[in-house]
């Protein structure tokens, strides 16, 4: 999902919830969400803390929705959002201004919601800026009264009685119609409010979660006579048959005029790597293969071992899709524990085992930050955002590296 409307730092709320408080943009995925909630440690997702850290949509503000809401609904209103069109979006600014207007701030999430719905119900006066604009827009549209209409006439074009009168029309105008004037234009209710959504009747995420989901559309030629603007979506692991009717939904001959792009995974940190695996190759074998193991892992993991792949993952550098299938078996060498989330935590660990009445207060200063990461080092661990990873043998952890030359490829090292 390209266009981002919302950053939100989540986390348990916990007395030392800073140290695994983690930040989700919006409008996410569903295994986007599940992935800030494990590194925040958190287990449901209506419990959690929450706060609005950057709203990239012009007219919302932090105070219109305030903290600790339903990120279900939060993922939907920046859902919403992204779907609006140039005409939608002021007259959402005009609902908005009125909401202002008439409501105490924060608003419920439904209600904004439901304005996104309602945006096409307004009157839309664009580059029209303030009343005697739009006195004259009714009149020039004959909008007004006759009596109103006949006394504009009797008037000079450019005196200023004419323009003070057209003034008195638009605002009498303004506030018997609900009108406001926004950074676009003016804008007025011009028909009934819906109510569309009622909370919890409708899916909160951009699409159905699949292992791995592409985004497929005929590749570009700059043949406008060739060229399209069709795209469609391709779940993986496919069938063959999948894959040609996605070749067919965007008009392609072949898989070789396609292009595709990652849009969601299961395991968010290698989107990107599905896209290298696509490019390199040419295709989507590698791709599908992947979303195989995915898929048969999700018959066979609990959220443990989901997470301490995902931790495996981040320490493992640059891995490709073929090294990510490597590193899925094996998880039993190594160790995850998400309570040592700091390097002073990982010290105290290493330390309370030798010497268990060292007081509190010693692991709470910079020098215990410091002799954790020596420690880190010394004992090939690493502090992840899903916490302390290590081999159980205390071996070397994974890394895998990409040379810098044209064939981009990845090597393994540490091992």
């Known amino acids: 999902m390209d266009k981002k409307i919302f950053e939100v730092e989540i986390s348990s709320g916990g007395p030392e919830s800073y140290k695994t408080s983690a930040v989700l943009t919006m409008p996410c995925t569903q295994a986007e969400l599940c992935d800030a909630l494990q590194k925040a440690r958190v287990q449901d997702v209506k419990t959690c803390r929450n706060e609005l850290t950057r709203i990239r949509y012009p007219g919302i503000t932090a105070d219109m929705i305030?903290?600790?809401?339903?990120?279900?609904?939060?993922?939907?209103?920046?859902?919403?959002?992204?779907m609006l069109g140039e005409d939608d979006r002021m007259g959402l600014d005009g609902l908005l201004q009125i909401e202002k207007e008439n409501h105490t701030a924060p608003f419920p999430l439904s209600r904004l919601i439901n304005l996104t719905f309602n945006a096409d119900i307004c009157l839309?006066?664009?580059?029209?800026?303030?009343?005697?604009?739009?006195?004259a827009l009714l009149y020039e549209g004959e909008m007004l009264s006759e009596e109103a209409m006949a006394l504009v006439d009797t008037m000079e074009e450019d005196s200023s009685f004419r323009e003070r009168l057209l003034e008195l029309l638009g605002e009498q105008h303004q506030e018997e119609h609900s009108g406001v004037f926004t950074s676009r234009g003016y804008a007025e209710p011009g028909s009934d409010f819906k109510e569309v959504y009622r909370k919890g009747e409708m899916f909160c995420f951009a699409r159905p979660s699949a292992p791995v989901v592409l985004e497929v559309r005929k590749g570009f030629f700059d043949d406008p006579s060739y060229d399209n603007d069709k795209t469609t979506i391709l779940n993986l692991p496919a069938s063959d048959a999948d894959i040609w009717r996605a070749v067919g939904d965007v008009d392609a001959a072949s898989l070789d005029e396609c292009a595709f792009r990652c849009i969601d995974c299961e395991i968010p940190s290698l989107r990107d790597a599905v896209d290298d695996a696509i490019e390199q190759e040419g295709g989507i074998g590698m791709a599908s293969e992947f979303a195989a193991n995915l898929a048969q892992k999700k018959q066979s993991w609990h959220e443990a071992d989901w997470v301490k792949y995902k931790a495996l993952l981040s320490v493992a550098g640059c891995p490709s899709l073929q090294d990510a299938i490597q590193l899925m078996h094996g998880l039993d060498d190594y160790d995850l524990r998400p309570d040592v989330a700091a390097t002073w935590d990982y010290a105290e660990v290493?330390?309370?085992?030798?010497?268990?009445?060292?007081?509190?207060?010693?692991?709470?200063?910079?020098?215990?930050?410091?002799?954790?990461?020596?420690?880190?080092?010394?004992?090939?661990?690493a502090i992840t955002d899903y916490g302390l990873f290590r081999r159980k043998d205390n071996g070397q952890l994974p890394v895998f590296q990409r040379e810098p030359q044209a064939m981009d490829s990845p090597?393994?090292?540490g091992m």
């Not at 010693?362 to 090939?380: K, S, W």
């Open 66 to 82: 305030g903290r600790n809401v339903d990120l279900l609904e939060l993922n939907l209103l920046a859902l919403r959002l992204t």
């Open 124 to 135: 839309l006066a664009p580059q029209v800026s303030n009343t005697q604009e739009l006195g």
């Open 350 to 381: 290493v330390l309370r085992e030798k010497y268990p009445d060292l007081p509190e207060e010693l692991f709470q200063t910079p020098q215990a930050a410091m002799v954790g990461r020596q420690m880190l080092e010394e004992n090939h661990a």
């Open 411 to 413: 090597q393994m090292g």
